[in-house]
């Protein structure tokens, strides 16, 4: 019974924790590509777009459809009892990545275009929040 209820103290706040550890991280890195895109010193020429590509994701990610995703891969792992760090971090990983594709869902094919770095900070953002979630909580399972 002292478990039970302690899991389910311990999941949210582990959740919450994972998700600000995703929120710093895309805000890092995503500040890193603005200034280094206007700086100039980007390597390729496509960084300025996906500056503001990112900056204009990021305003949707304050939506409920981030959140769908990510309470799956908890909801999986937990029921099933997995322990397993590669779960948690691939599981972050991925339901960061359809984040894009679920805020554009009734706009056409080409509204789905993101340039290389918007995929590449928010899979290192679902990434970061997985390992995080797996260190406080997905461990004990």
Known sequence: M????????????????SALV???????????????????????DTSVGAAFQLMGLGLSLFSVYT??????????????????????????GAALAIVPFLTRFDQPASALALAPAVWQVLATAGFAGG???????????
């Open 2 to 17: 002292a478990r039970t209820l302690g899991r389910l103290l311990l999941v949210p706040i582990a959740f919450i924790v």
């Open 22 to 44: 995703v929120l710093f991280v895309i805000v890092s890195l995503g500040q890193e590509r603005i200034v280094e895109a206007l700086a100039g010193r980007s390597l390729d």
């Open 67 to 92: 959140l769908v995703p990510a309470v799956l891969v908890v909801i999986v792992g937990e029921v099933a009892r997995l322990r397993s760090a590669l779960y948690y971090v691939a599981g972050g």
């Open 131 to 141: 390992f995080v979630y797996w260190l406080l909580a997905g461990r004990n399972a």
